[in-house]
């Protein structure tokens, strides 16, 4: 017991001496996140940038203060067409009005901005809604059909920042296994820090178990971090149980320690061995429903998906996070993943070279 403290405490030791490890297992996830939250984190309240150019008279005065009053318009005044449009161009306007002097027979001109379509087609839905009501209050006619909206409170709506945070924190457990363990073990095979070891009474299992211990420690740290900051500043929620949210993260870290071991073993030199651990977590980034939900991949992608190691980890993470969910429907992908990291120390174990 004695020489697994002494061989924990060593690589506590080494892992803070080492400033690179504590930027990509501390600060990378945290500046990720922070970029993310920037992004997506500060509510869903939607709004469009609206020019306007009006050439006077009681229609542009009407249109200008009724447009003000629609919640989602940021109406701008422009003083001219060209102006306008070449704002439009820029990105920096969804939608430019241009109203025609009064008594023309020109109609109501409404360009929109192209590379933003989805935007564009929801302010021109709102826009053809204020025009047609505008039109049936000047020509006096009631309406024949009248709608009614009423509110219904239902479960708490996920934001997508909310949505986003489950997957950097399965991100980070993947990335200091595949890219932490990996780099680690085979520098300290290198450097004959491992036949050093062999070489006294420490027991082998003793600077592995070590090893796991460090970095099932410092993940936790890292993910308490990270989601810390992500509910104090970018009023993140978390409606799940943190007991469970801890026991998903020390599955995952055996599991991906466990792969970074095996990876190890197959790999001579640090720079080999980084470059199998990205091989491996860079498809699951982008493909195992950290970034975006796995339902916008294609259909080919979907048994692929299911394959991956982190995409278990990602969805029972978000479940329990984002939506309070029991683990009871997530319990296979967890066999799965567990089956994982099972294999992973078996193959670590059986080509694990101390020199």
């Known amino acids: 017991m004695k020489a697994f403290a002494m061989t924990t405490y060593m690589l506590f030791k080494h892992y803070f001496r080492d400033r690179s490890s504590v930027f990509w297992g501390m600060v990378f996830p945290l ?35 009724g447009l ?15 102006s306008a449009l070449a704002e439009l161009r820029k990105g920096r306007r969804t939608l430019v009005i241009v ?55 239902a479960a708490r709506g996920v934001r997508f920042f909310d949505f986003l945070l489950p997957g950097i924190l399965a991100m980070t457990i993947m990335n200091s296994g595949l890219n932490g363990v990996t780099w680690v073990v085979t520098e300290y095979r290198k450097s004959l820090v491992l036949k050093r070891v062999l070489a006294t009474p420490v027991h082998p299992f003793a600077f592995i178990g070590g090893l796991i211990t460090r970095y099932a420690t410092t993940n936790l740290v890292q993910l308490a971090v990270i989601a810390l900051v992500a509910i104090w500043v970018f009023d993140a929620v978390i409606v799940g149980s943190l007991v469970t949210l801890t026991a ?3 599955l995952g870290t055996l599991v991906f320690v466990g792969m970074g071991l095996a990876i190890s073993t197959a790999s001579r030199s640090p720079e080999s061995a980084n470059l199998m651990g990205s091989a491996l977590s860079f498809p699951m980034l982008f493909l195992a429903g950290t970034l975006w939900p796995r339902e916008f991949m294609p259909a080919f992608l979907q048994p692929v998906i299911s394959a991956l190691p982190l995409t278990p980890l990602v969805e029972s993470m978000r479940a329990v996070a984002a939506r309070g969910e029991t683990l009871l429907p997530y319990i296979p992908g967890l066999v799965y993943l567990a089956a994982w990291g099972a294999l992973s120390l078996v193959v670590a174990g059986w080509r694990f070279k101390w020199e």
Do not use: C, H, W
């Not at 939607?46 to 306007?52: K, Q």
């Not at 933003?116 to 009631?142: C, H, M, P, W």
């Open 31 to 65: 500046l990720l996140m922070s970029l993310i939250g920037l992004a997506f984190g500060r509510g869903e309240s939607i709004s469009f940038t609206v020019g306007f150019v009006g050439q006077g008279g009681a229609l542009a005065q009407g249109l200008r203060t």
């Open 68 to 82: 003000a009053d629609v919640p989602v318009f940021k109406m701008t005044d422009e003083k001219e067409e060209a």
């Open 99 to 153: 109203v025609p002097p009064q008594g023309s027979p020109e109609p109501v001109r409404v360009f929109f901005d192209q590379a933003r379509v989805q935007d564009a087609r929801t302010a021109l839905l709102i826009l053809e809604k204020f025009i047609s009501d505008a039109n049936l209050r000047i020509a006096g006619v009631q309406p024949a059909v009248r709608l009614q909206a009423t509110g219904i409170a």
């Open 248 to 250: 998903l993260a020390l």
